[in-house]
């Protein structure tokens, strides 16, 4: 089935510093991707997302970058800070219709200060 | 606004046991759904809903049941829990999506379920 995975499971970086959060993907008909934000105890929060028309999306000291032909998502963190400090998941969405979201299993970032 | 309330926040149950998790959105969400999450895991869909009245099966659906009577509400059902199905479940409700551009399902925090 349709799978989505990420490079790195933990991630340390030192406060101040960009953080780069990577996913791979294996669906060709994948149209929509998000990255969330889970803190300990929470429900994903929604970060920042990217149709696949696009190939980079900028939010708030965020970046997502999408590369179709390698089925590669990128999340770019400006100016790392203690709060960024969570595990970080990308997910696609299928058509745009209402089936669920395909999960990565997740990259734990942690911040150094 | 409170946005996807999940009720209880814990809970453990014997092995056999029957209980209900209840999800509730006041986004007048037309989509939700319920997910499971296991240490080292991503989300794994169990069952979602397309609209009052209408259920699926997701990636996982064994085990559990759902109902969708009311538009705001999504239940998901054990009937006769087992330790497997010990983890921590999360409702989801996404509004309808724009045909050109996505729509990011929001969630609530979490049940998190033993199964002893």
């Known amino acids: 089935g349709e799978s989505v995975g990420l490079h790195l499971p933990t991630l340390s970086v030192q406060e101040g510093d960009n953080s780069i959060i990577n996913c791979a993907y294996s669906n060709s008909a994948s149209d929509y991707f998000i990255w969330y934000k889970q803190e300990s105890g929470k429900g994903p929060q929604f970060i920042i997302d990217i149709r696949s028309n696009m190939d980079k999306r900028q939010g708030q000291r965020v970046t997502v970058l999408l590369n179709k032909t390698v089925k590669h998502l990128s999340l770019q963190i400006a100016a790392t800070q203690p709060g960024d400090s969570a595990v970080y998941f990308c997910?696609?969405?299928?058509?745009?219709?209402?089936?669920?979201?395909?999960f990565g299993k997740g990259t734990h970032l942690i911040i150094q200060p | 606004n409170a946005g996807v309330t999940q009720t209880p926040k814990f809970r453990v149950l014997k092995t056999g046991q029957s209980m209900t998790l209840l999800c509730a959105q006041d986004?007048?969400?037309?989509?939700m759904y319920w997910y499971r999450q296991d240490p080292g895991m991503g989300l794994r869909l169990i069952h979602y809903?397309?609209?009052?009245?209408?259920?699926a099966k997701g990636e996982v659906p064994d085990g559990y049941n759902v109902s969708r009577l009311k538009k705001q509400n999504f239940l998901l059902g054990l009937e006769s829990a087992a330790p497997s199905q010990t983890s921590v479940y999360f409702c989801?409700?996404?509004?309808?999506?724009?045909?050109?551009?996505?729509?990011?399902?929001?969630f609530g925090d979490g049940t998190r379920l033993s199964i002893l």
């Open positions: 986004m007048n969400h037309e989509y």
């Open positions: 997910a696609f969405d299928s058509g745009g219709g209402a089936d669920g979201l395909t």
């Open positions: 989801a409700s996404k509004g309808l999506t724009h045909p050109k551009r996505g729509e990011p399902q929001h």
């Open positions: 809903s397309v609209g009052e009245g209408t259920t």
